[in-house]
């Protein structure tokens, strides 16, 4: 079953489900790529884990963590009469405990010397909506851009600030970064909206040589399909976020004019 959206579908974008997606379009993108850049390199699948506090794991999507928040202390003659008045009780608490959570990246390496040519982010409510995670991101980016390692990083999230570029001050729903690394500084960055399919994408391995194709639209449109995403998602509703008004009715059309399966 295709979603009704020519490109991104924003109702995939809500935090519960991202993880899913995420981990799942890491993987086809990867088996898109490995055909092409075999076989002088290969693709990895890496994962890098995060450590959370309660109040940013709930901030990002993830509202498994109870917390509980201490109450006043009464005074030395309330908790006298209290201690006459009140039998002792025992209560069943959690204690405020940090949290993992993790998530996938790819590294295209070159199979004869295992040096890593060039790294595929795919962003996630992690680095775009939790301080100490887009610190952490942010980080490493940094550290790729002071290499000879190529860069891509691939933004389908309207949520939070998007990752800075030095450049035109571009107002666009999502965004594909690359970053040759024989270029540097100059890069492109691909800018697209909403009602627009996801471009086509060419992926820098070592400069001079041939760019694989990413059809990133149509990994994502096919992945959507075998997955039954259409299942899990309410059509009905608004998506998370929500849309900008200027696209709110045209988003409506679409879904509207959709034929779900019996």
Do not use: C
């Not at 991202?18 to 993108?29: C, E, G, K, Q, V």
């Not at 492109?188 to 909403?194: G, Q």
């Not at 041939?210 to 995403?229: G, M």
């Amino acid at each position: 079953m295709a979603s009704p959206f020519p490109g991104m579908d924003p109702y995939l974008e809500h935090p519960s489900l991202w993880p899913d997606i995420h981990n799942r379009l890491i993987a086809a993108i990867a088996d898109t790529l490995v055909p092409q850049v075999a076989p002088r390199y290969y693709v990895g699948v890496e994962r890098r884990a995060y450590l959370f506090k309660p109040d940013d794991i709930v901030f990002i999507g993830r509202p498994d963590v109870s917390i509980v928040r201490l109450q006043r202390q009464p005074a030395m003659a309330e908790m006298a009469a209290l201690a006459v008045a009140e039998p002792q009780a025992v209560y069943e608490v959690d204690v405020p405990m940090a949290d993992e959570v993790s998530e996938n990246f790819l590294e295209i390496r070159e199979v004869k010397t295992g040096r890593l040519i060039t790294l595929m982010e795919l962003l996630s409510p992690v680095n775009k909506l939790s301080d100490e995670g887009r610190e952490q991101y942010t980080r490493k980016r940094a550290d790729v851009l002071r290499s000879w390692t190529s860069l891509v990083e691939i933004d389908l999230l309207r949520a939070g600030k998007p990752m800075p570029v030095v450049g035109p001050d571009v107002e666009s729903d999502y965004r594909i970064l690359v970053s040759p690394g024989w270029r540097r500084p100059h890069a492109r960055m691909h800018a697209f909206s909403l009602r627009q399919p996801i471009p086509e994408i060419r992926i820098p391995l070592q400069k001079g040589e041939d760019e694989p194709t990413l059809p990133l639209n149509d990994v994502l449109h096919s992945l959507y399909n075998r997955a039954r995403f259409d299942l899990r998602l309410d059509y009905a509703e608004p998506p998370v976020p929500p849309l900008a008004d200027a696209d709110v009715a045209w988003a409506r059309e679409v879904v509207d004019h959709w034929s779900p399966p019996a």
